[in-house]
């Protein structure tokens, strides 16, 4: 099994890729290196919001799905097939497969991983969580969101450490509203996680989100102001998605992170427990309407 003397991850086997039926429209980067340059802005009409909802229920409900499976023993390779089918069975394109080179449906990130770790032959133990990230692609459009999930009992503090990932999501959706800065959002984040020393990760941020999968608008979870001062308009949608992790009574705040050889896997440099959520949404004249539930 896939984990150091410690009980640290370390990579396990990735499973050959798994096809998408060639009926299924695929978003332009896939056999390409990289996406295109995004230049349509983040402002989309009704009609194309609805089109990102219809994507990202699917993704929601991939999502629910996964979290039916989770239970001690069941491997990440497991979690990707049922994602995978899920998606395809509903005649969508599972964004991550062929993006930049990831090669899953599915981001599974354990415990001391921050975000983007590959589905592989890692079985879960009790007492792990796990986030799952997810992203569906129809009719020229993707929602993206992730939950995290807790297999089996694990630790008090984790267990608070999750609640209040879900809380620090919650609280920077509450502050949405035409006409402020994209900024409000980390604030709200950032002061809330703050209140138990927990640390905020800068580094993965929102992003723009919908005819492409990330448009290059940034949405950070710490307090950045004066910088990422893009204004909230009707209309227009990204994701939030806050990283938190327990961090160390010395240095709580700014997380240090490594990365796998496999380019992709992002971990805390001292291996603390970290948890995310986030949601796909767009900016209504009295708030936030989420487009990722099932
Ligand atoms: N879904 C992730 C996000 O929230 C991005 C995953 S990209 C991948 O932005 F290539 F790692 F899958
Ligand atoms: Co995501
Ligand atoms: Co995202």
């Known amino acids: 099994m896939p984990r150091d ?15 998408v039926p060639a009926s299924i429209p695929r978003p332009e980067y896939v056999g390409r290196s990289g996406p295109r340059r995004h230049d349509r802005g983040d ?8 089109l990102i909802r219809e994507a990202g229920r699917i993704a929601a ?18 979690l990707d097939v049922i994602a995978h089918e899920f998606i395809v069975a509903n005649g969508a394109y599972p964004s991550t497969v062929g993006y930049r080179g990831f090669p899953k449906a599915v981001c599974t990130s354990i415990n001391e991983v921050i975000c983007h770790g590959i589905p592989d032959d890692t079985a879960l133990s009790d007492g792990d969580i796990i986030n799952v990230d997810i992203t569906a692609f129809k009719n020229g459009m993707h929602g993206d969101l992730s939950k995290t999930f807790i297999v089996g009992s694990v630790q008090p503090e984790v267990e608070l450490l999750v609640e209040r990932t879900r809380e620090a999501l919650e609280r920077g959706i509450k502050t949405v509203a035409p ?19 927990y640390g905020v990760v800068r580094d993965f941020t929102g992003h723009g989100v919908g005819a492409s999968f990330h448009s290059g608008l940034i949405i950070p979870h710490y307090d950045a102001a004066p910088a990422f001062d893009d204004v909230m308009e ?9 990283m938190l992790t327990l961090g160390t009574p010395e240095h709580p705040g700014i997380v240090d992170w490594d990365q796998w050889d496999d380019d992709w896997t992002v971990t805390t ?3 603390s427990v970290t948890a995310q959520f986030e949601h796909t949404l767009a900016v209504t004249e009295r708030g936030a309407d989420i487009l990722t539930l099932p």
Do not use: C, H, W
């Open 61 to 78: 409900q991939a999502v629910e799905l996964v979290g039916e499976a989770i239970r001690p023993g069941v491997t990440t390779e497991v």
């Open 179 to 197: 006409g402020r800065q994209v900024n409000v959002i980390g604030r709200a984040i950032e002061s809330y996680a703050k209140r138990f020393g």
């Open 5 to 19: 003397a410690q009980g640290f991850l370390v990579p396990g086997v990735i499973s050959p890729k798994r096809p």
């Open 234 to 242: 009707v209309g227009m949608v990204f994701t939030i998605e806050p």
């Open 269 to 271: 440099k001292n291996k």
């Open 43 to 50: 402002v989309y009409s009704a009609a194309d919001i609805e």
